[in-house]
T-cell receptor, first 112, second 113 residues
Framework: DTGVSQDPRHKITKRGQNVTFRCDPI?????LYWYRQTLGQGPEFLTY????????KSRLLSDRFSAERPKGSFSTLEIQRTEQGDSAMYLCASSSVGEKLFFGSGTQLSVL | AQTVTQSQPEMSVQEAETVTLSCTYDTSENNYYLFWYKQPPSRQMILVIR??????QNATENRFSVNFQKAAKSFSLKISDSQLGDTAMYFCAFYTNAGKSTFGDGTTLTVKP
């Protein structure tokens, strides 16, 4: 069990730029989740995949956000035309059906 | 839609004492799971304890136990013999078989020496 890996750990970008984050889940897990967390708040659900299928996407997610999970392995989360309000920790988690979520260490995004 | 409410934004406890963190939830689902996660200053989310809704027996994990009241939709966490390393933010989370998950806004627990 090598754990869930996220890359990069930190990202600083200028407003209006595009950013992409990567998540490598635990290999045998078929579910992968993306969350956003701001300081002092709980993780806010963004989207999740079962294998390569994106099964649910939060209504809070604007169309500037897109996520993919080609071949049901790693996943990417892209934010286009970043805004200062996008500054947050982006967490990835994976699980098997009905099992606990294993979280990565997160990507801290700062939009200047 | 599911909601998870943690009514205690901050709690403190003396080392070696016992503390209980509250969590209530609302759902129309019948099959689901409840979790408590711990998030220390490193911000790494760590699972503390897990409860399946269909099990009547309360889950325990060493010093951590839950009081699961399904009819009342309540899921509190009891930490016994509190240790300094228990200082962290604690999140209650709800998770369905369909993959929907909802987290509460957390309780910041401080263990005082």
């Amino acid at each position: 069990d090598t754990g869930v890996s996220q890359d990069p750990r930190h990202k600083i970008t200028k407003r209006g730029q595009n950013v992409t984050f990567r998540c490598d889940p635990i290999s045998e897990h078929n579910r992968l989740y993306w969350y956003r967390q701001t300081l002092g708040q709980g993780p806010e659900f963004l989207t999740y995949f079962q294998n390569e299928a994106q099964l649910e996407k939060s209504r809070l997610l604007s169309d500037r956000f897109s996520a993919e999970r080609p071949k049901g392995s790693f996943s990417t989360l892209e934010i286009q035309r970043t805004e200062q309000g996008d500054s947050a920790m982006y967490l990835c988690a994976s699980s098997s059906v009905g099992e606990k979520l294993f979280f990565g260490s997160g990507t801290q995004l700062s939009v200047l | 839609a599911q909601t998870v409410t943690q009514s205690q934004p901050e709690m403190s406890v003396q080392e070696a004492e016992t503390v209980t963190l509250s969590c209530t939830y609302d759902t129309s689902e019948n099959n689901y799971y409840l979790f408590w996660y711990k998030q220390p200053p490193s911000r790494q989310m760590i699972l503390v304890i897990r409860q399946e809704a269909y099990k009547q027996q309360n889950a325990t994990e060493n010093r951590f136990s839950v009081n699961f009241q399904k009819a009342a939709k309540s899921f509190s966490l009891k930490i016994s013999d509190s240790q300094l390393g228990d200082t962290a933010m604690y999140f209650c989370a709800f998770y369905t078989n369909a993959g929907k998950s909802t987290f509460g806004d957390g309780t910041t627990l401080t263990v005082k020496p």
